[in-house]
């Protein structure tokens, strides 16, 4: 399967635990994104990394939210101390930046659940 | 904010076109308009985008009117697989994809 990966699907904890999420692009995509989506929204975008650098991060990751991206593949997407209102799909895509028309390729999320 | 607007839900018999409008009356002459669709559980799968000229590939067609104020994803012939949320985006390059809550089609048997 060549296609973004995540792990976990799903993750259930409780409210100030901290938890990571792990998501593997496409491997030749230079560009990976965070996004977050909740019931009957579309999805939000959270932050980039175009290879290793972070570009970009939303006004939505609050300090409890880090991202990283060591070597310019895998990602991790960490909160600390979470909060009932981190409940949500977190959506990892991946695309090729050297294309002037790039489409991004999503993962299939992974689901937390505050309790 | 999304600088889309879609119907919130539609419904396409089996074997019938779907056709799902979108309107951008703000769209910019450098952005391009994207389509995605969710499928339940699943995360957003790439249909297909377009600047000016009308647009066909494997999956839809993309009909673009000429003021670029609106368009209008295709689906010839809709398959139960077919229903999901799609999405039409306003995008530049360089920028990010935001999302609206697009419209959910359900196709019925």
């Known amino acids: 399967d060549t296609g973004v990966s995540q792990d976990p699907r799903h993750k259930i904890t409780k409210r100030g635990q901290n938890v990571t999420f792990r998501c593997d692009p496409i491997?030749?995509?230079?560009?990976l994104y965070w996004y977050r989506q909740t019931l009957g929204q579309g999805p939000e975008f959270l932050t980039y990394f175009q290879n290793e650098a972070q570009l970009e991060k939303s006004r939505l990751l609050s300090d409890r939210f880090s991202a990283e991206r060591p070597k310019g593949s895998f990602s991790t997407l960490e909160i600390q101390r979470t909060e009932q209102g981190d409940s949500a799909m977190y959506l990892c895509?991946?695309?090729?930046?050297?294309?002037?028309?790039?489409?991004?390729?999503f993962g299939p999320g992974t689901r937390l659940t505050v309790t | 904010d999304a600088k889309t607007t879609q119907p919130t839900s539609m419904d396409c018999a089996e074997g019938r076109a779907a056709n799902l409008p979108c309107n951008h009356s703000t769209i910019s002459g450098n952005e391009y308009v994207y389509w995605y669709r969710q499928i339940h559980s699943q995360g957003p799968q790439y249909i297909i985008h377009?600047?000016?000229n009308n647009e066909t590939n494997e999956m839809a067609s993309l009909i673009i009117t000429e003021d670029r104020k609106s368009s209008t994803l295709i689906l010839p012939h809709a398959t139960l697989r077919d229903t999901a949320v799609y999405y039409c985006i306003v995008h530049n390059y360089g920028q990010n994809f935001v999302f609206g809550p697009g419209t959910r089609l359900s196709v019925l048997p």
């Open positions: 377009g600047l000016k």
């Open positions: 491997s030749e995509h230079n560009r």
């Open positions: 895509a991946s695309s090729d930046g050297n294309r002037e028309f790039y489409e991004q390729y």
